[in-house]
Each structure stands twice: as structure tokens, then as C-alpha cells.
């Protein structure tokens, strides 16, 4: 389980990242989304008690998305390519991205969505 980080800044544009704190009935308790969505790339994580239980990552190649969104609460990942309304691919396991390199991420996504 991943916990809180301390830097709260997107680690591709290094801008802070918005808070917004919302109640869920599915959740039952409180949780906090934590967003970057700049010019190429949507950055987001949702923490809930101070656990991360999600963290999405859109990155933008030639005017085409590609998304991972990574359930850590739900033990899953889905990939797809597109907008919000494209297939989905679902993986049954969840990992923690090397979110040091955009790139690798972007040939991350590619390479899951092959499969």
C-alpha cells in the first residue's frame, strides 16, 4: 500500500498539485483527489486515510491520449487509448509507475494496450 507523499507537485511538470476534498457514500469517508492537468498530460491521485487508492496518468503523443488508471484499493489497472469513452483493457494486478520518466510511462501504456 502506498501512503501520502510529502511532495505534493506533479512529478512530470513539477507544478503544485490542486487539492479537492470530496465525501463519497462508496468510499464512506472523505477522500482527496490531488490533480495536475496541464498542456500533454493529466496527473492525478486519489487518497483515501492517507492511502493511495488511485492514481490515473493521461500523457498526450501527436494530439492522441494515452490513460492508466491504477485502482491499488480494487488490486487492478485499466489502460486505454483515447477519450474517457474508449474500451478499456482491465489488468488484473497493480503496479507503482517510475514516475521519473514521462516516456517510459507513455511506452508502459503502449506496450499493455498491445497485449
Known amino acids: 500500500m502506498f501512503y501520502f507523499r510529502d511532495k ?3 512529478p512530470f511538470c513539477l507544478q503544485e498539485l490542486q487539492p479537492r476534498t ?3 457514500s ?3 469517508t472523505e477522500y482527496t483527489d490531488y490533480f495536475c492537468n496541464t498542456l500533454g498530460h493529466l496527473f492525478s491521485e ?3 486515510n492517507n492511502k493511495l487508492s488511485i492514481l490515473k ?3 498526450i503523443e501527436h494530439k492522441i491520449s494515452y490513460n492508466i488508471k491504477i485502482y491499488f484499493d480494487s488490486g487492478y489497472t485499466e489502460v486505454w487509448k483515447g477519450d ?3 474500451p478499456r483493457i482491465k489488468i488484473n494486478t497493480t503496479f507503482m509507475p517510475d514516475l521519473n520518466k514521462i516516456n517510459k510511462i507513455k511506452n508502459k501504456i503502449k506496450t499493455l494496450l498491445i497485449f
Do not use: D, P, Q
Open 26 to 28: 462508496y468510499y464512506k
Open 8 to 10: 505534493i507537485s506533479c
Open 22 to 24: 470530496l465525501c463519497s
Open 46 to 48: 486519489r487518497y483515501v
Open 57 to 59: 496518468i493521461k500523457v
Open 84 to 86: 474517457i469513452l474508449s
